[in-house]
């Protein structure tokens, strides 16, 4: 008999689309998740095109897609997503949730615990996001 995977704390991290800053509306379009004891940092992504659209008819929705996107290729690291993929899991997180006056913006951060932090993405993604 296999021990169950050990519990690690994790925190977790909306990000939200604000097409128009000056209305404050948002959506929901993605989740990043960091486990320092599992070393993981990941981002799960999903844009609701016609809710975004209700919110704003103009909205630059290859744009948004393309800093969503790029957003996933920090968490995954690797020299074609810039500098800050190429620190630690942690660091990576901590740069992705600083606020920022963009159109896909860091929500606050929430903790939990979680023995697989990816399936933990995905239930948060399917949960806040979908």
Same mark, same amino acid.
């Given at each position: 008999? %296999? ?9 977790y ?9 000056? !209305? +404050?509306?948002?959506?929901n379009? +993605?989740v ?5 004891? &599992?070393?993981?940092?990941g ?5 609701? #095109?016609? *809710? ?12 948004i *897609? #393309?800093?969503l ?5 920090v968490? !995954?690291g ?5 500098? &800050?993929? *190429?620190d630690?899991?942690? *660091? ?5 949730? #600083?606020?920022?006056s %963009? ?10 615990? %979680? ?7 995905d !239930?948060?993604l399917?949960?806040?996001v979908?």
């Amino acid at each position: 008999m %296999t021990a169950p995977a050990p519990l690690h704390v994790f925190e977790y991290a909306l990000l939200r689309v604000v097409p128009r800053i000056e !209305r +404050g509306e948002q959506i929901n379009a +993605g989740v990043l998740v960091y486990c320092r004891g &599992a070393s993981f940092v990941g981002a799960r992504t999903h844009l609701d #095109a016609d *809710r975004l659209r209700a919110l704003d008819p103009e909205a630059d929705v290859p744009g948004i *897609r #393309a800093a969503l996107h790029a957003v996933e290729g920090v968490c !995954r690291g690797g020299d074609e997503a810039g500098q &800050a993929a *190429r620190d630690e899991a942690g *660091r990576r997180f901590r740069w992705l949730v #600083a606020p920022r006056s %963009t159109v896909v913006q860091p929500g606050p951060v929430h903790t939990g615990l %979680t023995r697989d932090p990816a399936a933990e993405a995905d !239930r948060l993604l399917a949960l806040l996001v979908r």
